[in-house]
């Protein structure tokens, strides 16, 4: 009989995160982590041809395969590209310090 791990899923919205606890045997991959786990018939949103998912923060492919003890998270796209809101705050605090220092000099 072939030895059985134990991982978690992991899918987190806005507003709950949901983790479920799993008993896999050894060799499993995180699709069969994650088609185990039901999350994506209760989240249609997953769309696992398109999914980015990762073991422990790290992205990884569907076809790794999982440790005793890791835990699979089903990563949300972004809703902002961080890259462009970091420009849109520069911007803005430059021309609130041009605008901003006249009170102090009159």
Do not use: C, F, N
Request: net charge positive; aromatic share 2%.
């Amino acid at each position: 009989m072939a030895e059985s791990i134990q991982v978690e899923v992991t899918y987190a919205k806005p507003d709950r995160q949901e983790i479920v606890p799993l008993k896999l045997p050894e060799g499993s991959t995180i699709q069969q982590a994650i088609e185990s786990s039901g999350l994506p018939q209760r989240h249609p949103e997953i769309d696992l041809a398109k999914v980015k998912v990762g073991i422990y923060g790290k992205l990884s492919r569907m076809d790794t395969v999982v440790r005793d003890r890791d835990r699979v998270e089903i990563y949300r796209p972004l809703i902002a590209d961080p890259k462009e809101v970091r420009k849109q705050r520069a911007a803005e605090g430059k021309a609130m310090k041009k605008g901003g220092g006249t009170s102090a000099e009159e």
